[in-house]
C-alpha cells in the first residue's frame, strides 16, 4: 500500500518546540471547507493522537482552560467574514468528552467566528488528552498565535508553571523564549492591580511597567503612574523618574569629604554633576587628594543599562 505523503510542516511554523510537539499529527489534512455535512469522526489515536474532522459547532463545549480573557469584536467580525469566503484554514484542536460530544483544546476564536459566520460544522482536529494537557496546549497556543496583552502573558506563563509543575527554563523552551524575556513577564505580576489593568488595556507600555517595578514603595510606583497616564510620559522620562525615587531627590552636590582640600572638592563637585548631567542619573564619583578613586552609574533596567552604553558607545 503507498504510503501517504508526509504533512507539510508550514502549518506548524510559530508555534515553539514546546507546542511543535505537543500537537504532533501524522494524519493526512483535509481542504478547509464550510460544506454542513459532518464527516464521520475518527477514533482519536492513544497517547495523545490526534485526527481531523468535520464535526458540528453545536457539540462543542467551550475550553474551561481558555487563557484569553477578551477578543475584539471587530477582528472577530473580519474574521467570521473571512471564513465564510475562505472557510478554516487551520483547523481547531479538540478532545473527545463521549458519544457526540467535544471539549475545544484551542481555536476559540476561529470557533466563535465560524458561529457568526453561521457554519454548522468545523474542521478539527480531535485530541485525547487530559486536563493538565489540555491546560499546557491552550496555553501555549494562545501564547504564540494570538496578540495577547502582557497580562495575559504574565497570567499563561504563571499558570504553566504552577498548575503544569514546569520550571522556568523548561518554559522557556516551550515557548521558544529565553529565561529573561520569561521572568521579565512574570515580575509584571508583582504590580499594583490599577497597573496591571492600564497594562493589559494597553495604556501602559511593557517599557513603562518594567520601569515602575524597580520601585519597592507600592505609593511611590503609584504616584509615577498616575503621572504617566496624565502627562503621557515617555520611557525614557519615566525612567529618570525612577532614578530619582530610587536615589533621592536632587540635591546640591555632596560637601567637601574629609581628606579633601576645598579646591579638589569643589573640583570632584563639578566633574560629578557634568557627569550626572551627561548620563541622567545621579552619578557618584569618589577620590582622593592622590587622585585615585571611582565613578559609579546606576542603572534601573535592561533599557537603561543599553542607553548608558550606547553613551559610551561601548553597545555591541
Known sequence: MAK???????????????????????????????????VPAKEPEENGGSSINEIP????????????????????????ESIKVQGIIQPITVRKLEEGQYQLISGERRLQASKLAGLENVPAYIRTANDQQMLEMALIENIQRENLNAIEVALSYQRLLTECNLKQEQLGDRVGKNRTTVNNYLRLLKLPPDIQVA????????????ALINIEDIDKQLSIFKKVITEDLSVRKVEALVRQVMNGPDEAP???????????????RQITTKLSSHFGTKVDVKSDEKHKGEIKIPF????DLTRILEILNMRS
Open 4 to 38: 501517504k505523503p508526509p504533512i507539510s510542516n508550514k502549518r506548524k511554523g510559530g508555534l515553539g518546540r514546546g507546542l511543535g510537539a505537543l500537537l504532533e499529527d501524522s494524519v493526512e489534512v483535509q481542504e478547509p471547507t464550510t460544506s454542513s455535512e459532518p
Open 199 to 210: 497594562l493589559r488595556d494597553k495604556r501602559l507600555s511593557m517599557g513603562h511597567a518594567r
Open 254 to 268: 555632596a560637601p567637601a569629604r574629609k581628606g579633601l582640600s576645598q579646591e579638589r572638592a569643589y573640583e570632584i
Open 57 to 80: 459547532v453545536a457539540a462543542i463545549e467551550v475550553n474551561p482552560f481558555q487563557p484569553r480573557t477578551h477578543f475584539d469584536k471587530v477582528a472577530l467580525d473580519e474574521l467570521a
Open 300 to 303: 534601573v533596567s535592561a533599557e
